[in-house]
């Protein structure tokens, strides 16, 4: 699996982001979008998410499913996290897990970020942290190839973060792809630059 | 689960849970019909004849009430990108998210309608056919609605913009309805035409609402 794009555009409201823009991610490999405020580094994640339409060159998925776009084989972990406080923390996992299909194996990803404790709770009294790790649960509970990963640290701890390192490392041992946009470094190494904007 | 369910399910339960959704809209339905007639007096006839047409647009108010937060809600905590990357077509979950409102906000209304119709003197023959055309006409509004819904998403206080953009094309659905009502009482035109149209108007609002608000979303969240 590989994802490639070539030269791609993006305008947001009349005014162009970034232009030409190309690269490739084979399956085990990580690429970190990095670049300064406003360069498109969110921008470029929601156009591969199929959030934002692509103004030009064209953007493929190789050897993935033919059936599905590309949209239906990533995760999209954004800079806000889905989780509403009037359900319980199971409950709002339980439900992305249906909606985006699969076998939903909530328990387990409760487990892998450190929230089965909390599996009862309604998430509205979880901290920003807490609903972060809700959020990258979803990664675990349903399998999807390619994650593309908002400021993944974002509010997490010391602790989160490398269990999310742990995570990352896993998705690409098994063949997976993780397009990341961050400022910092996200834990894991060997991962592909791409620098947006003038430096 | 399959998706489809699954998002009709949350909405309903979030509706329920939150106390916004079927518990709200019918105090507030009640609650207009009921200050109804403290502003017109106690004329117990002028009552009866005005009466279908109070219960039509109240349950047109309600109705209104919980879509401003249909899809804001979800935009606001980012949920709304999520339901845009599963494998359900947006048409369809629109479509969801579409009948859990009806659920936990028009049904409850055509449920108390034939009490709140008690309070305002209407006549008991109409009682039934009354709560029939709000039963075949408040789907209508909810997806009629589900279009404004979409417009204003990604404004703050869309809320006075929806009722602005909904309000109008809810008028045929008003007009049909409360003919119906009062053609059962009083003639001299037959219930059924009025009625039939009114059905036409609801179906056509489920078939083209969750087209034009899946449209509405994507150029909105752009």
Avoid at chain 1, 78 to 101: I, M, R
Avoid at chain 1, 125 to 132: D, E, I, N, T
Avoid at chain 2, 128 to 141: C, N, R
Avoid at chain 2, 198 to 205: E, M, R
């Amino acid at each position: 699996m590989r994802l490639v794009a070539e030269a791609i555009a993006c305008q947001r409201g009349g005014r162009e982001v970034f232009t030409g823009l190309s690269f490739a991610v084979d399956k085990g490999e990580a690429l970190l979008v990095t670049g300064r405020n406003g360069t498109g580094k969110s921008s470029l994640l929601r156009i591969i998410a199929g959030l934002v339409r692509l103004a030009g060159g064209r953007l493929s998925l190789q050897g993935g499913d033919a059936e599905s776009n590309i949209a239906e084989q990533a995760h999209y972990v954004g800079h806000q996290d889905p989780v509403k406080g009037a359900l319980s923390v199971a409950e709002n996992l339980t439900f992305w897990s249906a909606y985006l299909g699969g076998k939903p194996d909530v328990r387990t990803a409760l487990k892998a970020v450190g929230l089965d404790a909390l599996a009862d709770l309604p998430a509205g009294y979880l901290s920003a942290g807490q609903r972060r790790r809700l959020s990258i649960a979803r990664l675990v509970a349903i399998k999807r190839p390619l994650w593309l990963l908002d400021e993944p640290t974002t509010a997490l701890d010391a602790q989160a973060q490398k269990a999310l390192a742990g995570l990352m490392k896993k998705h690409l041992r098994s063949g997976g792809l993780i397009v990341a946009a961050s400022h910092g470094p996200i834990g894991i190494s060997g991962v592909k630059q791409l620098r947006l904007g003038r430096a | 689960m399959n998706p489809f369910l699954a998002l009709m399910l949350r909405d309903m339960r979030l509706a329920l849970r939150t106390g916004g959704g079927a518990l709200m809209g019918a105090l507030f339905f009640l609650i207009v019909v009921a200050i109804v007639p403290f502003a017109v007096g106690p004329d117990l006839a002028l009552l009866a004849l005005i009466g279908p047409a109070i219960l039509w647009l109240g349950a047109l108010l309600a109705s209104l009430l919980a879509l401003d937060r249909l899809f804001t809600a979800d935009y606001e905590d980012g949920s709304l990108d999520l339901l845009m990357t599963g494998t359900l077509p947006l048409e369809l979950a629109v479509t969801a998210k579409a009948l859990a409102h009806w659920l936990t906000t028009g049904l409850p209304l055509v449920i108390i309608s034939p009490l709140l119709a008690m309070l305002l003197n209407v006549e008991s023959n109409a009682v039934g056919p009354l709560a029939l055309t709000l039963l075949a006409g408040t789907p209508a509004l909810t997806f009629i609605g589900l279009i404004g819904a979409a417009l204003s998403v990604t404004l703050r206080r869309g809320g006075l913009l929806l009722a602005v953009l909904v309000l109008p094309l809810t008028v045929p659905v008003l007009i049909f309805g409360v003919t119906a009502v009062i053609s059962a009482i009083t003639g001299p035109v037959q219930f059924s035409p009025a009625f039939t149209i009114l059905c036409a108007l609801t179906l056509a609002s489920v078939v083209i609402g969750p087209f034009a608000a899946a449209a509405a979303l994507r150029h909105g969240l752009e």
